[in-house]
T-cell receptor, first 113, second 109 residues
Framework: DAGVIQSPRHEVTEMGQEVTLRCKPI?????LFWYRQTMMRGLELLIY????????DSGMPEDRFSAKMPNASFSTLKIQPSEPRDSAVYFC???????????FGQGTRLTVV | DQQVKQNSPSLSVQEGRISILNCDYT??????FLWYKKYPAEGPTFLIS?????DKNEDGRFTVFLNKSAKHLSLHIVPSQPGDSAVYFC????????FGPGTSLSVIP
């Protein structure tokens, strides 16, 4: 398996634009997580899915953020409209269990100008 | 309020010496603890873990110690090598994994 695949690796967008981040988890993993890394807050859990169903989205900062998992091999994190304070590295991770070793993608570095 | 704390943002150690990275947590329901390592421009990778029923787990040069009464765990790396230079994240879980803010380790040749 190629591991968790995220796209794009880098995204630069203007304030107010919609941004969509994509993730392909490792085949067979039932859990998918979206994290955001910032200097101030470290790695924050935004939302996680079990078998494509959102389980906990309490970390999603605002209604501008939404995440979907239409099937076992694909998930998106959308920010609409984007703001400069959303600039961060966004990681997707997948695992066999909710509290077991997670495998991370390489991240998407988002810059909102 | 952060449930997982790593109070040292950075640490420098001489090659060959021991590196000790510390982590504190507040939630007594956490029952599984993990350490991840992260290099620049890469995602975190799993390093070692420990269940709350144990107080020590060892894997080669890496040992994790858990003190449940103090809600404290530590990662020991001995001997430290320049390739160990990275950011180390402590994580704890009950039903989901919560990460600490990370400690940047520099191993000086």
């Amino acid at each position: 398996d190629a591991g968790v695949i995220q796209s794009p690796r880098h995204e630069v967008t203007e304030m107010g634009q919609e941004v969509t981040l994509r993730c392909k988890p490792i085949s067979g993993h039932d859990y998918l997580f979206w994290y955001r890394q910032t200097m101030m807050r470290g790695l924050e859990l935004l939302i996680y899915f079990n078998n494509n169903v959102p389980i906990d989205d309490s970390g999603m900062p605002e209604d501008r953020f939404s995440a979907k998992m239409p099937n076992a091999s694909f998930s998106t994190l959308k920010i609409q409209p984007s703001e400069p304070r959303d600039s961060a590295v966004y990681f997707c991770a997948s695992s066999l269990g909710s509290n077991t070793e997670a495998f991370f993608g390489q991240g998407t570095r988002l810059t909102v100008v | 309020d952060q449930q997982v704390k790593q109070n040292s943002p950075s640490l420098s150690v001489q090659e060959g010496r021991i590196s000790i990275l510390n982590c504190d947590y507040t939630n007594s329901m956490f029952d599984y603890f993990l350490w991840y390592k992260k290099y620049p421009a890469e995602g975190p990778t799993f390093l070692i873990s420990i269940s709350s029923i144990k107080d020590k787990n060892e894997d080669g040069r890496f040992t994790v110690f858990l003190n449940k009464s103090a809600k404290h765990l530590s990662l020991h790396i001995v001997p430290s090598q320049p390739g160990d230079s990275a950011v180390y994240f402590c994580a704890a879980s009950d039903d989901k994994v919560i990460f600490g803010p990370g400690t940047s380790l520099s191993v000086i040749p």
